[in-house]
C-alpha cells in the first residue's frame, strides 16, 4: 500500500485495543446513505517507475526560446538554491507556531525581512503573501486601513499596472466597497503624464505606482509620489525587485518615499514552473506595521538571553482576531522565500545590479535590433527597464508570434485585447539570460516572418 | 546546560560565528562570480533622477558560505522528513520526493505561464486531469484549481455565494454563520466578502447546536460555513438535516475542506448537500507544507455555482487543452493570482493522486482513521482526559488537559515544549478555543504503531514529570536551539529587520 506502513499483525493489535472488529466499524457515526463505492473515475495507482515515465513524456518537447515576460522572468537560478530549499528540513516542515522546533525557518524569515527592507528602502516587511498581483490587493486593502487622513475608499490605478494584477485586486476589494480608479497613460510615452493629474482629486485613500510599469516604461516615481502625498493619498509601489538594484528604492521616492511597496518577488531565484508557487512581498514603515497583513517574525532572546526569533504582531491574524483580522491570510510562501532569500545571498548587491543591468541592456539591443526591421517600430521613446513595447505595421500580432512560434521563437506578450489603442503591439523582454546570438536570431526569425506576412496581405 | 566532565567548552566557545544571522558574515569585496553575469557600465538609458544612489544592503559572502549558513539553519526545524509532527487539522503526511522530483522536471520549470498553451500541453494534461480527479473524490461538479491557499480558497467561495446570490437580485442577505469552533480563517473571510459573522455553539457531544442553528437562520443568512468531520474532530451526523435547514432557508452551504482525510474516498463533501468546498492540496495531497507554504485550495461547486467559478481553469475541447478565462465564463467571480495559481503544488498533488490511484485514496481515511482511533485509546488508558469521550475519533482527536493545568499548573502549552525534548513535534495547542488547555492530535496515515506508542508513552512520562517535578516541565524545553522564547519582548522591541549598528 502505497505510503501506509501497517502489517497485518499491526491492524489487528491496533484493532484489539480500540476493540473493533474491523476498520470499518470506525466510520459507524457517518450515516450510511452517505457512503460511496469505489471512485471509478479515478485511474488505478501507478508505482514510482510508472509515474517517472508519463512525467518524463508529459515534460518532453520543444523548449523553444523565450522572449515574453509580463509579470514572470526568466533568470538563472543558482542549483544550491533549490538544493537547499528542498531539504527535507525545509520542505516537510510546517508554520512555526513551536518557535523553539522552528528557528530554521524562522532565522531566515527575519533574514528575507531584512533583505527585502533594505532592497525597497522600508522600515519593515512581512513574511511574504501568495503572489504580487494579490499582493497589490492587499496593499489596497492595508492602504485604506492606514490612511486615517481619508474616510474614502477610493484608490487610483493607474492604466500602465499590470492589467492582471488590476483584475486581481478588483475580485478581491471589490465586496469590500473599495471602488478602483482608472488613471489614463500618454500614448506616446507609454507612462502617466504627471501634469494632467487633477488640481483636485477630491478624497482618494491611495495611489498606486509601478515602477517599472507593465510596458517596461519608467514612471517620474518621484513626482507622482509627492503629488500623491500633496493631496493625502498614501503611495502604494508595485515594483519589480530585480530593478531595484538598479533603480532608486520607492522608499527614496519623492520627498517622503513611498508608504507601501508590493510586487512580483518571482525574480529572485524562482523558477517560471508555468505560473507559480510564486511569492508576493510586502513592505512598509514602522508606523503602519500594524496594519500589514501576514506573517512577521521578530527577534528576541530566549529564557537563557540567547538571541532567537518568533512570530510576532499576531494580534493582527486571524487565528486570534478572527472576524476582526486584517487579512485572512493563513500563511506565507514559506518554501519560495526560503529561495528568495538564498538568491539574494548568494548574488549580493553587486551581483543583482549586474543581471538588472545586463538584461537591461539585453533589451537595449534587441529593441535596437528589432527597429531595424521593415514594418517593425517601438512603441514608445521612453526609458525603460528591461521590457519594451514593439508595434507591427501591416501585420497582426497574433500572425506575428504565431510564425514565430513556427520558428521556435515565443516573441512576446501580445498586448492587443490589453491595450487596443496601441495596435498591432507585442511586450517583449530579454533577461541576461539571453546572449548576443540568442536576440540575432529573434531578430533574424522577426525579419523574415515580417517579410512574409506583410508580402501576403499586400 | 550541563556539567559534563568530559567537557570543559562552553557553548560559546563551539563554533559561535557559525551562528548569527548571514549579515554577521558579510565582509564588503565578497562576490560569487559564478553567479552573476559580469560588471557592465550603467546604461545612459536611464535618467540619473531615477537611479539607486547606494546599493542596498544585502550579505556578501561566498556560496560555500551562504550554502552551509542555510543548511545549517534547516538543521534548527522540526520537519516530517526528521520527526513524528502530530499537528491536528494540518495533516502532516509523508511527502512523496517523487512528487517533487518529478514536478521539477526541466520542461515543466522552463515553461512561461503566458508560453502559448500549444507548447505546454503535457503540463496541460495533468491540470485537466487533477481537475477531474478532485471533483470525482469530492462530489462536486467542478473544479477550479486557481486559489493558491485554503484561505483563498475560501474567499474564492464565499465569493462565489455572494455572487450567485447578487445574480438572482437577493441583496438582503448579510451575515454568514459559522460555529464557534470553526478555523480562525472562516469569520476573516466571510468579513473580506463583505459579511457580518454570526457564531453558533457546538453542543457537548460535538455536534452543532442545531436549535441555535434554527434560531440563527433567516432570510437574512447567505450561508455556513462548516467543517466536517468539524473542528473537534467528529463527524457531523445531522449534516443532511442542517444542509436541508440552510437550504430551505435560502442559504448555501461552504465546506472547510481542512478535514477531508479522514473521508478521503468514504463520503463525499457534494453528496452531504454542500454547494461549495475548498480543498488543501498540502494537506490530503501530500504537498509540501513548507514552512508555511506555498500550499494550493482548489475549491469545487455545485451545479449553481458553476458560472461563478474562479478563473482560469482547464478546458478540453478535444484534443487539445486550453485556458478557460472571464471570456469563457462572463460571470466569474474573477481571477485571484496573476497567473494560474501555484502550479508547481498543483503538480505536486496530481502526481500524489496518480500513485494513490482509486484504490490508494479510501485506505488514507481507513489508515488516517485507525492511527487515530488507536492514539485516542491508549491515550485514555494512560489516563488522560478526551475532550469527547463518547465519540469516535475520526481522523484526529481532542484531549484536554484542563484537569494537569489546575491540579499541578502545567498547562497544555508546558506539555507541548517538553514533548519536543522528547523529540516530538507538539500537536496543535489552543485550537479549537472552545475545548481548554487543548491538544488536537493528528497522527495521519503513514506513521507506524511504533511511533504512535513512542508518542503515547512520552505523553504518559511527562505526566509523570508533571506530577513530581513541575517546575522543571514549566521551563522547558532544554535539548532545542532555543529554550523558550520571550514573546512580550518579541513585541515590544520590535526588532524584525537588521541593522548594521546593531549588536548581532
Given amino acids: 500500500m502505497p505510503f501506509i506502513p501497517h502489517t497485518k499483525t499491526d491492524v489487528k493489535q491496533m484493532l484489539a485495543s480500540i476493540g473493533v472488529s474491523d476498520v470499518e466499524t470506525l466510520f459507524d457515526e457517518i450515516p450510511a446513505e452517505l457512503r460511496i463505492g469505489t471512485l471509478d473515475k479515478v485511474p488505478a495507482g501507478l508505482n514510482e517507475m510508472e509515474m517517472s515515465r508519463l512525467m518524463h513524456e508529459r515534460a518532453a518537447g520543444p523548449q523553444p526560446l523565450c522572449f515574453i515576460g509580463a509579470g514572470a522572468y526568466e533568470h538563472h537560478i543558482p542549483a544550491a538554491i533549490w538544493e537547499i530549499v528542498t531539504r527535507g528540513e525545509f520542505y516537510s516542515a510546517y508554520t512555526p507556531y513551536q518557535a523553539e522546533a522552528s528557528q530554521g525557518t524562522l532565522q531566515l524569515i527575519y533574514e528575507y525581512q531584512s533583505m527585502m527592507a533594505h532592497l525597497t528602502g ?15 490587493a492587499e496593499a489596497v486593502l492595508m492602504a485604506v486601513r492606514a490612511n486615517r487622513k481619508s474616510k474614502s475608499k477610493r484608490i487610483l490605478m493607474p492604466a500602465t499596472v499590470n492589467p492582471t494584477y488590476r483584475a486581481v485586486a478588483q475580485t478581491i476589494v471589490e465586496n469590500q466597497g473599495i471602488t478602483l480608479e482608472l488613471v489614463d497613460y500618454q500614448l506616446d510615452a507609454g507612462c502617466i503624464d504627471v501634469a494632467s493629474l487633477p ?3 477630491g478624497d482618494v485613500a491611495a495611489f498606486v505606482i509601478p515602477q517599472p510599469n507593465f510596458f517596461g516604461v519608467l514612471e517620474d516615481v518621484n513626482a507622482l509620489t509627492d503629488w500623491a502625498h500633496a493631496h493625502g493619498m498614501l503611495v502604494i509601489a508595485t515594483v519589480n525587485p530585480t530593478s531595484l538594484a538598479l533603480l532608486t528604492p520607492p522608499g527614496e521616492w519623492g520627498e517622503q518615499g513611498a508608504d507601501i511597496v508590493c510586487g512580483e518577488g518571482q525574480p529572485l531565484g524562482v523558477p517560471l514552473a508555468g505560473g507559480g508557487p510564486y511569492f508576493g512581498f510586502m513592505c512598509c514603515n514602522l508606523k503602519h506595521v500594524r496594519q500589514m497583513p501576514g506573517r512577521i517574525v521578530g527577534r528576541t532572546v530566549d529564557a537563557d538571553g540567547k538571541p532567537g526569533f518568533a512570530l510576532t504582531l499576531q494580534a493582527r491574524e486571524q487565528h486570534i482576531r478572527r472576524s476582526k483580522a486584517t487579512s485572512n491570510i493563513c500563511t506565507n510562501q514559506g518554501l519560495v522565500v526560503a529561495a528568495a532569500t538564498i538568491y539574494m ?16 541592456q539585453n533589451t537595449q539591443s534587441l529593441s535596437e535590433q528589432m527597429s531595424t526591421i521593415d514594418g517593425v517600430t517601438m512603441a514608445f521613446a521612453s526609458p525603460n527597464f528591461h521590457e519594451c513595447v514593439i508595434k507591427f505595421d501591416g501585420a497582426a500580432a497574433d500572425d506575428v508570434l504565431n510564425a514565430l512560434m513556427a520558428e521556435g521563437v515565443l516573441g ?4 492587443t485585447n490589453d491595450y487596443p489603442e496601441l495596435g498591432e503591439a507585442v511586450l517583449v523582454c530579454a533577461t541576461e539570460t539571453k546572449t548576443a546570438s540568442d536576440i540575432t536570431a529573434y531578430r533574424d526569425a522577426l525579419s523574415k516572418v515580417m517579410s512574409k506576412l506583410k508580402g501576403g496581405a499586400a | 546546560m550541563s556539567n559534563d566532565m568530559k567537557s570543559n567548552i562552553s557553548s560559546q566557545d563551539i563554533n559561535s560565528h557559525q551562528d548569527g544571522v548571514i549579515f554577521e558574515k558579510s565582509h564588503s569585496g565578497r562576490s560569487n562570480a559564478c ?28 556560496e560555500m558560505q551562504a550554502v552551509r549558513h542555510f543548511t545549517r539553519l ?39 505561464p503566458l508560453a502559448p ?7 496541460m494534461a495533468c491540470m485537466y486531469e487533477l481537475q477531474e480527479m478532485l471533483k470525482e473524490v469530492t462530489g462536486m461538479k467542478e473544479v477550479s484549481l486557481t486559489p493558491m491557499a485554503g484561505a483563498q480558497g475560501e474567499f474564492a467561495g464565499m465569493a462565489m455565494i455572494r455572487a450567485y446570490h447578487d445574480a438572482r437580485g437577493d441583496s438582503a442577505r448579510c451575515e454568514v454563520i459559522c460555529p464557534d469552533a470553526a478555523h480562525g480563517t472562516n469569520p476573516a473571510t466571510a468579513v473580506m466578502c463583505g459579511y457580518k459573522v454570526k457564531e453558533i455553539p457546538t453542543k457537548a457531544d460535538g455536534d452543532i447546536d442545531i436549535d441555535a442553528l434554527k434560531e440563527a437562520i433567516g432570510p437574512q443568512t447567505a450561508g455556513i460555513m462548516l467543517t466536517n468531520p468539524s473542528t473537534v474532530g467528529v463527524f457531523e451526523r445531522r449534516i443532511t438535516e442542517i444542509a436541508q435547514i440552510v437550504h430551505d432557508a435560502g442559504g448555501l452551504l461552504y465546506y472547510d475542506g481542512a478535514n477531508l482525510n479522514a473521508i478521503l474516498g468514504k463520503v463525499r463533501p457534494g453528496d452531504m448537500g454542500f454547494d461549495v468546498i475548498h480543498m488543501n492540496l498540502h494537506k490530503t495531497f501530500s504537498t509540501p507544507h513548507g514552512g508555511g507554504g506555498p500550499g494550493a485550495g482548489p475549491v469545487g461547486v455545485s451545479e449553481r455555482l458553476i458560472p461563478f467559478l474562479p478563473v482560469p481553469m482547464v478546458g478540453c475541447d478535444g484534443e487539445q487543452y486550453r485556458w478557460l478565462t472571464k471570456k469563457d465564463r462572463p460571470q466569474s467571480i474573477g481571477q485571484l493570482s496573476a497567473f494560474a495559481g501555484n502550479a508547481g503544488v498543483l503538480m505536486r498533488a496530481y502526481i500524489y493522486a496518480r500513485l494513490l490511484g482509486r484504490e490508494g485514496m479510501p485506505r488514507i481515511a481507513e489508515y488516517s482513521t485507525l492511527n487515530a482511533n488507536y492514539m485516542m485509546v491508549e491515550m485514555q488508558k494512560k489516563g488522560f482526559d478526551l475532550a469527547f469521550p463518547s465519540r469516535r475519533a475520526t481522523h484526529e482527536f481532542i484531549v484536554t488537559l484542563k484537569r494537569q493545568a489546575k491540579r499541578l499548573d502545567v498547562s497544555a502549552m508546558d506539555f507541548a515544549k517538553r514533548l519536543l525534548d522528547y523529540g516530538y513535534h507538539a500537536p496543535t495547542t489552543y485550537f479549537p478555543l472552545l475545548v481548554p488547555e487543548c491538544f488536537l492530535i493528528e497522527p495521519t496515515e503513514t506513521e507506524d504503531k511504533d511511533t504512535l506508542d513512542g508518542f503515547i508513552d512520552a505523553m504518559a512520562k511527562i505526566q509523570h514529570e508533571a506530577e513530581t517535578q513541575a517546575d522543571m516541565v514549566k521551563a522547558a524545553p532544554y535539548t532545542l536551539p532555543s529554550r523558550r522564547l520571550d514573546d512580550v519582548r518579541a513585541a515590544r522591541e520590535l526588532d524584525i529587520v537588521w541593522q548594521p549598528n546593531e549588536q548581532g
Fill in chain 2, 117 to 123: 498553451v500549444e507548447t505546454g500541453q503535457g503540463f
Fill in chain 1, 412 to 415: 512576446g506578450f501580445n498586448l
Fill in chain 1, 122 to 136: 522600508m522600515e519593515a516587511s512581512n513574511a511574504s503573501l501568495y503572489d504580487g498581483a494579490s499582493g497589490l
Fill in chain 1, 345 to 360: 545571498a548568494l548574488l549580493g548587491a553587486q551581483g543583482l545590479n549586474n543581471v538588472a543591468n545586463r538584461s537591461h
Fill in chain 1, 199 to 201: 488640481a483636485e482629486p
Fill in chain 2, 74 to 112: 534547516s538543521q534548527k526545524n522540526f520537519s516530517i522528513d526528521t520527526h513524528f509532527y502530530p499537528l491536528g487539522s494540518c495533516t502532516m503526511k509523508y511527502n512523496p520526493r517523487a512528487c517533487n522530483t518529478l514536478a521539477m522536471l526541466p520542461g515543466f520549470l522552463n515553461y512561461h
Fill in chain 2, 35 to 62: 553567479q552573476a553575469p559580469r560588471e557592465l557600465a550603467t546604461s545612459s538609458v536611464i535618467p540619473a533622477s531615477l537611479l539607486r544612489k547606494s546599493p542596498p544592503l544585502l550579505p556578501e559572502v561566498s
